[in-house]
């Protein structure tokens, strides 16, 4: 996600070994430069970045923290550009969100991604499929909708126009709190999409128009961006594809060349996978120190406050059972990919690509377990320990699965449960950690 501009800045500031060393600032700012310039960032923002690191570093006095913090700051006055984050709600519902973009943005799975965003934050949200040119992406958008269970407006209208129309007219009867409009998108920038999408704006009075921007596209991005910016007004972008090995650079240059703000991110191929676009967390990502605040609310969405005290409870007395597992499962699922969560912890950014290729639907240990759990009893799943040789076997030959496989599942469930409870004694945390840091790492 963050790798390719972390892993420079953390080289840049290692230039600097001494304090007031002026030649040392160059060199970080020498190091500095490339790394921007090699992460896509538009010269001019590259440039004013290094001229307020600079001049802020020596007010404070060359040294580490002096030159982190003013590259810190710097980042921060390019990102914060004047306006909203996340979304712009209406006085009186529902609010109209119109997506726009090139095809192959991501635009119609980033729609799903906002509505599923919107609708764990208890909003009543209506997708619209607006996209006729491409015959699948109504059909994607259906799919998407189902999945998040988030309903889709269904029309026979062929006008992509009237389609809007009769939508916000079904979302105001309805009482929807959120109508998002996936439109169609082009290769490339036309007339006939651009006099399309101003024909719906005028529809709709959208009360936020998004540009969804491939976090690949580089300069282009920012360029396709520009132009939909001078035809039909853009409020704010979206990032889609952060997660992807992307440079990164582009968010830096739409904010600065644009001046319009940066609302989401998407930071995964899950619909959980959008975060909302906070310059001072992004900054802090960037930096190496994680986003617990998102992290945290992520949480709380996704997470009722009684059940994480229940399941505490349940883990001090030893209680943990299969059921409380797979309910955690799910819970962990809404909050996005493994990759998307481990960025966020400070220290973990490099694991997170590590992580990238973990599906808690597809992994093998789950889909073991999911078949053992249903295959059991009520009695069974709330208490494994009753789990004799005989009910083993019954599970077995019910889940399709080896008496063997059964038996080291449970086994460690069971010391996974130990784990747990002894992690949740007092000083139980630290003393893991004591024992990680005192771990040598092999070479």
Same mark, same amino acid.
């Given at each position: 996600m963050f790798e390719s501009l972390s892993n420079g800045f953390r080289s840049a500031i290692n230039k600097i070994r001494f304090s007031d060393d002026e030649r040392a600032l160059d060199k970080a700012l020498d190091e500095l430069k490339k790394v921007l310039l090699k992460s896509d960032v538009y010269h001019k923002a590259t440039k004013e970045i290094l001229q307020k690191t600079r001049e802020k570093t020596k007010q404070n006095g060359i040294g580490r923290d002096s030159f982190l913090n003013a590259l810190t700051q $710097? !980042?921060?006055?390019?990102? &914060?550009?004047?306006?909203n984050y996340?979304?712009?709600?209406? =006085?009186?519902?529902?609010? #109209?969100?119109l997506m726009v973009g090139l095809q192959g943005s991501g635009k119609t799975t980033t729609s799903a991604k906002l509505a599923n965003y919107l609708k764990m934050r208890n909003k009543k949200v209506l997708l619209v499929p607006c996209?006729? %040119?491409? !015959?699948?992406?109504?059909? %994607?958008?259906?799919?998407?909708g189902e999945q998040i269970e988030v309903e889709v407006f269904h029309s026979e209208s062929t006008s992509?126009? %009237?389609? &809007?129309?009769?939508?916000? %007219?079904y979302a105001t009867n309805g009482q929807f709190d959120i109508v998002?409009?996936?439109? &169609?998108?082009r290769l490339a920038i036309d007339e006939p999409l651009m006099k399309e999408l101003q024909e719906i704006k005028v529809a709709i009075n959208p009360h936020d128009i998004f540009y969804v921007a491939d976090s690949l596209s580089g300069q282009d991005g920012v360029r396709s961006a520009t132009s939909f910016h001078e035809k039909i007004g853009l409020s704010g972008v979206v990032l889609s594809k952060f997660d992807s090995d992307s440079k990164g650079g582009i968010a830096l240059s739409?904010?600065?060349q644009l001046g319009i703000p940066l609302r989401f991110m998407g930071m995964g191929e899950k619909v959980a996978d959008l975060d909302l676009f906070m310059p001072d967390r992004i900054v802090s990502r960037l930096m190496g120190a994680g986003d617990l605040e998102t992290l945290a609310e992520k949480t709380a969405v996704a997470i009722n406050p009684k059940e994480v005290k229940d399941i505490h409870k349940k883990i001090k007395k030893g209680e943990f059972t299969f059921t409380d597992f797979l309910n955690q499962i799910e819970n962990v699922k809404k909050m996005g990919s493994m990759s998307s969560i481990m960025s966020m912890i400070p220290g973990m950014g490099n694991m997170a690509? $590590?992580?990238k290729d973990i599906d808690l639907d597809n992994s093998e240990e789950v889909k073991i377990i999911r078949a053992m759990v #249903? $295959?059991? =009893?009520k009695k069974e799943r709330d208490n494994p320990s009753i789990l004799n040789g005989s009910r083993r076997k019954r599970i077995a030959m019910g889940s399709g699965l080896d008496v063997s496989d059964i038996n080291r599942t449970l086994k460690q469930f069971e010391q996974a449960s130990k784990f747990a409870k002894k992690l949740s004694t007092k000083g139980g945390v630290q003393s893991f950690l004591g024992m990680l840091t005192q771990q040598k790492v092999p070479r």
């Open positions: $710097s !980042l921060l006055e390019i990102l &914060a550009v004047s306006g996340g979304v712009t709600y209406a =006085t009186k519902p529902p609010t #109209n969100i996209d006729l %040119q491409r !015959l699948a992406a109504v059909t %994607q958008l259906k799919t998407l992509p126009i %009237q389609v &809007a129309k009769d939508a916000l %007219q998002i409009y996936d439109t &169609a998108g739409i904010a600065y690509k $590590s992580l #249903n $295959s059991m =009893t």
